[in-house]
C-alpha cells in the first residue's frame, strides 16, 4: 500500500505527513531514525483497517523549513499540524525519539508509546548524527548515510554490538527514504536529535512503553470506535511573496507542486522543471513570475517529491501528465514556462493543445546532433539504485558535482571543462538531494528529453514563444540552431544568465526574470 502525501499549513510554516490504510485516524509520531514514509507503509500492511497519518517532525523531509529550535517549540509545531490535519483527537502511536514530542495537552490514555526505553539508552549513549553541515567535498552525506544504519543496526545499551531483539532492520531502500528525510535540512535533523535527545535525558514524560509487535494493535485498539479519518485537505497558501507546497492526483500520480503569487484572474503560469531532480532549484523564477500572476511547478511523476509510475517515459508522456495536472486544478488555459527538458514539455504541451497553451518561454531546448544524442543515450544515464552500504550516496553527489565541472558530465577530459563554475556545498547538496529522491527512475525524463525530436516538432509551434539561453548554459549552442530552423512566431533572445544556476550575477539573474515577464505579459498573437 503506497503512502499518500499531504501538506498542511500552520502558523508556524507548512508539515507533510503521509497517510496509508483506512478507516478511523492514528496520528504517528515517527522515530528519527525511519522516514515517516516508510512507517506508513509497514503500519497499514500489518493492519490496514486503520488510517495511519504519519507526520514528518519539524526539520525532516516536506517539514524541514521549520527550523526545530526549541523543544517546547517542536511540540507546539506538532499540536498545531495535528490540529491542521483534523487529527488533534485522534490516538497517538509515537514511536522512538518521537516519543519526546507528544504534545502535552489531551487525554494521556489516547497516546501509545513504543521503543521509548531504547530512545532513552541511546541518548545516553550519546549516539548523535556526526558534524552534518554540507562540506565542498560531499563526505557529510555518506556520513549521515552510516549514522542512520547504525541507528538501525546497533544496540544504543551496548553501541559496540548489534541489537538482537528490535524491529526488522531496514532494507536499502527504506534506508534510502531515511536519508532522504534526513538530508533535506542536515542542520535541522542534528538539531531536532539533539532535542529529543535531551528531552529523554532530561525527564521528558515516562509513559508505558509497549513492546514494538503491541503497539500497533494498541493504537489500532483506541481508534477502534472513532469515525474514519478525513480526507486529505488541499494545503493553504503561507502568504504573499513565499512559495508553499501541495499535491494533486492524476490518474497515474499524486503530483507535488510548488506555488506561489495571487490567485489572480490573470492566466495561470506553468514553471516546468530540467531533468533530473524536482522544481525546487526554480525557486528565484518561480517567485519572480509570481508579481501578479499564479504560478504552479510540478515535480513531474518520476521526479522529486512526486509518485513514481511505472514504465517508460517520453516526452508525449510528461506534457500529458501536465495538462492532467492543470485539470485537477481546475485550470483550462495558461502560460509555459520551461528549462531544458521544460523547455521540451512546455513545446510539446502547445503542439497537443494549442487553445489550451498562451504564450511559451523555452529555455535552452537541447536540439544535438544525432550522433551526440547516441553518445549521451549510452553513457549519461548510469542506473542510481539504493544501496545498503550507500554506495548510490557518493554516485549521486560526484555525478551533480561533475555535472557542473564537464559537458557532458561522463567526459572527464581538459576540452569538456566548462566555465559555470561548482556552486557552493549548500547548494551542490540540494542539487544532490533532488536527484536522489528520484532514485531509481531519475533518468527517465532525461532519456525523453535527448530522444525528443525538438527540431522537428518546433516547425510544428503555433504559439508565441521565446526561446532563450544564459551564456553559460551547456546548451546555448541551441540558439544558433534555432535561428536557422525556428518559425517566425518563435524570438529567439541570449538572456544575461540561466537564473537557477550557480554563480550568476545578481544585476543579471533580475534583468533576465524581466525578460521573461515582459514576454509573457505582452498581448497578442
Known sequence: MTPRAAMVTTG????????????????????????????????????????????ELPGIGGSAEIEPATHAGVIAAVAAALEAAELAEAPILAEGFGTAFVPGEGPAARVVATGGGRARARAASGLAPPDLAPRPDGTHLPALFAHLRDAAIL???????????GPPLPDADALHETLIAAAVAPRHYQALWRLAADAL????????????????????????????????????????????????????????????????????????????????????????????????????????????????????????????????????????????????VALEMAIQAPHRAGRLVLEAPPILSGGFTADILAHYLPPLRPDPFGLHVWQAWTMRRDMFLFWPWYRRERAAGRALGLPDPDMLHDWTVGLLKSGRSYDRS??????????????????????????????????????????????IDATPATVWYPNQAEDAGRETIRRYARFLDETGE
Open 201 to 344: 535525558r532530561n525527564g521528558s514524560p515516562d509513559r508505558p512503553d509497549l513492546d514494538w509487535r503491541d503497539a500497533p494493535a494498541a493504537a489500532a485498539a483506541l481508534a477502534r470506535h472513532d469515525p474514519d479519518a478525513a480526507p486529505l485537505a488541499a494545503a493553504a497558501p503561507l502568504g504573499p511573496g513565499r512559495i508553499w507546497q501541495d499535491h494533486v492526483d492524476i490518474p497515474e500520480a499524486r503530483v507535488h507542486l510548488r506555488r506561489a503569487g495571487p490567485d489572480a484572474k490573470t492566466r495561470p503560469l506553468f514553471v516546468l522543471q530540467s531533468a533530473p531532480g524536482s522544481a525546487a532549484p526554480l525557486r528565484d523564477v518561480i517567485l519572480g513570475l509570481s508579481e501578479g500572476r499564479r504560478v504552479i511547478a510540478p515535480d513531474y511523476p518520476g521526479n522529486g517529491d512526486s509518485t513514481k509510475p511505472d514504465g517508460p517515459v517520453d516526452i508525449a508522456r510528461l506534457a500529458g501528465w501536465m495538462w492532467q495536472t492543470a485539470d485537477a486544478l481546475g485550470i483550462d488555459g495558461c502560460d509555459l514556462w520551461g528549462t531544458h527538458t521544460g523547455a521540451l
Open 155 to 165: 544496540d544504543p545499551a551496548d553501541p559496540l554490538r548489534p541489537l538482537r531483539d
Open 12 to 55: 508556524f510554516g507548512q508539515m507533510r505527513l503521509f497517510r496509508a490504510g483506512r478507516g478511523p485516524a492514528v496520528a504517528v509520531l515517527p522515530d528519527l531514525a525511519e522516514a515517516a514514509v516508510v512507517v506508513a507503509a509497514r503500519l497499514a500492511a500489518a493492519i490496514p483497517s486503520v488510517a495511519w497519518t504519519v507526520l
Open 446 to 491: 532525461y532519456r525523453a528529453a535527448f530522444e525528443y525530436p525538438t527540431a522537428e516538432r518546433l516547425a510544428r509551434l503555433e504559439r508565441p514563444a521565446l526561446l532563450c539561453a544564459g551564456p553559460t548554459d551547456m546548451l546555448v549552442d541551441a540558439l544558433e540552431t534555432a535561428r536557422q530552423i525556428a518559425p517566425d512566431r518563435i524570438t
